[in-house]
Nanobody, 124 residues
Framework: QVQLVESGGGLVQTGGSLRLSCAAS????????MGWFRQAPGKGREFVAG????????DYADSVKGRFTISRDNAKNTVYLQMNSLKPEDTAVYHC?????????????????WGQGTQVTVSS
């Protein structure tokens, strides 16, 4: 069992930055692929970024490439999402998720555990 708790969300102006954190419980964090997804009001869950268990592989949605960076610190059981050059369309609840597999990380069904989410609001 893995429990995930996100933090770092908030209100920011267009062009600003935020860093989200996701703290994981459990001894096996380093074996899980990790991802960030977001869900805006009235829309489905959207893949944002993923990182493999060994940090070798990362993947990003086209809409955030060059602006967002995913990273992880396995010693701290934490995954991060650095978000720069934020836009109003980035407004959403951001969830982190853990997957036993580091394959197909863009697919929500790959993930086994989900956090409750943190709200990110970008004002224009």
């Amino acid at each position: 069992q893995v429990q995930l708790v996100e933090s770092g969300g908030g209100l920011v102006q267009t062009g600003g930055s935020l860093r989200l954190s996701c703290a994981a419980s459990g001894r096996t964090f380093s074996t899980y692929g990790m991802g960030w997804f977001r869900q805006a009001p009235g829309k489905g869950r959207e893949f944002v970024a993923g990182i493999s268990w060994n940090i070798i592989s990362t993947d990003y949605a086209d809409s955030v490439k060059g602006r967002f960076t995913i990273s992880r610190d396995n010693a701290k059981n934490t995954v991060y999402l650095q978000m720069n050059s934020l836009k109003p369309e980035d407004t959403a609840v951001y969830h982190c998720a853990a997957a036993r597999s580091s394959q197909r990380m863009t697919i929500a069904a790959t993930y086994d555990y989900w956090g409750q989410g943190t709200q990110v609001t970008v004002s224009s």
